[in-house]
């Protein structure tokens, strides 16, 4: 039997747990706060709101401090930035967007590095400007699909960050290349006020995150839920069966998960689509892993799922260690389950 005293104990080390992890969010809090003080003046509001929307869910006085109820509204070019007239491309950038969109058609990753890394070459030669900015973001979400290598990754955060310190972007564009510095490993530009809020942003969010878990049903009905897959080292996935990048990945998670279930490995495909739809496409499937349904998106919104694939690594203690920005190849999710202790 369950006893008071054993509940109470329980109940206790919770409360320090969460005293814990209060603590930690409001210290990335103030963190934020003294590096988006030192952001362009022209920024620090859509950062603000970045952590803003952040802290919302879980910490909503913590958020109304980063909030500014009387701030104008985000304009249509970004957070940070006002939209400009579009005009039409030059010739060498309408080059550049031709074969950025030949890429994915590419048979390999190395085929497909080789083609980034001259691409990135090319918009770095290319004039400041927002033309450079927004091809440098373009290619930056191209090249974290798959394992396109370290060369590849480098060459285009360092289009992006020359792009940046040419023409001050929106605090998104900032964000695109924190995310290549914290989750891809890229080697970090030169110090720059506006990144290191953007870095404190993605700071911010991971620490949320930590605590946030959830809970979600599979097709079959059984529930999961994070807590209680304590002692599992657990993958979490968010995909769709229109996305071909995550159908792409799919038989690499297949196989992983063959190869670790009876190691604690479980990993959890998540789609917000309706069930008839997912059931349609895994009817012509053999995947094994569970495939759990998210119809009205707040596990997607509570792990900020802007774009699909996107994969989170939690260790047996529960602890978010690792995570994708874009589809990985199963030498990469290999890599992740390190963090895991799952080798």
């Not at 090319?122 to 440098?136: T, V, Y």
């Not at 069930?275 to 998106?297: C, H, M, N, W």
């Amino acid at each position: 039997m369950f006893s008071l005293r054993v509940l109470n104990a329980c109940l206790l080390t919770a409360g320090l747990v969460c005293a814990a992890d209060s603590d930690a969010v409001k210290q990335a809090a103030a963190r934020g706060e003294q590096r988006f003080a030192k952001a362009p003046e022209a920024l620090r509001p859509a950062f603000r709101k970045l952590a803003a929307q952040a802290l919302d869910q879980r910490y909503p006085d913590l958020a109304k401090q980063f909030s500014d109820p009387s701030a104008a509204p985000v304009p249509a070019g970004g957070p940070g930035r006002t939209a400009a007239p579009r005009t039409p491309p030059s010739a060498e950038a309408a080059a550049i967007q031709k074969s950025m969109g030949q890429i994915r058609a590419l048979a390999t990753d190395a085929e497909r590095g080789k083609v980034v890394i001259k691409l990135a070459a090319d918009i770095r030669a290319l004039p400041a400007g927002r033309e450079k900015l927004n091809l440098a973001s373009s290619l930056s979400n191209l090249a974290t699909e798959g394992d396109l290598g370290k060369e590849a990754l480098n060459g285009v955060a360092a289009a992006l960050a020359q792009a940046l310190h040419e023409t001050e972007g929106a605090a998104s564009n900032y964000v695109e290349l924190a995310k290549l510095i914290r989750y891809e490993h890229v080697t970090p530009p030169s110090a720059d006020p506006a990144l290191d809020a953007a870095a404190a942003v993605l700071e911010l969010r991971d620490q949320v995150l930590q605590e946030t878990g959830f809970t979600l049903t599979a097709l079959d009905g059984k529930v999961y839920n994070l807590e209680a897959l304590r002692g599992h080292v657990v993958l979490l996935n968010f995909w769709a069966t229109w996305c071909p990048p995550c159908r792409k990945e799919m038989p690499d998670m297949q196989r992983l998960y063959e190869r670790f279930e009876k190691k604690g490995l479980i990993v959890l495909a998540v789609s917000d689509e309706k069930r008839e739809t997912v059931e349609g496409f895994l009817a012509k499937q053999s995947y094994t892993f569970p495939i759990l349904l998210d119809p009205d998106r707040k596990t997607n919104t509570a792990f900020y799922v802007e774009g699909i694939p996107k994969s989170f690594l939690f260790d047996r203690q529960g602890r978010l260690v690792a995570q994708s920005i874009d589809m990985r190849t199963e030498s990469q999710f290999l890599e992740m389950f390190k963090s895991a202790g799952l080798e």
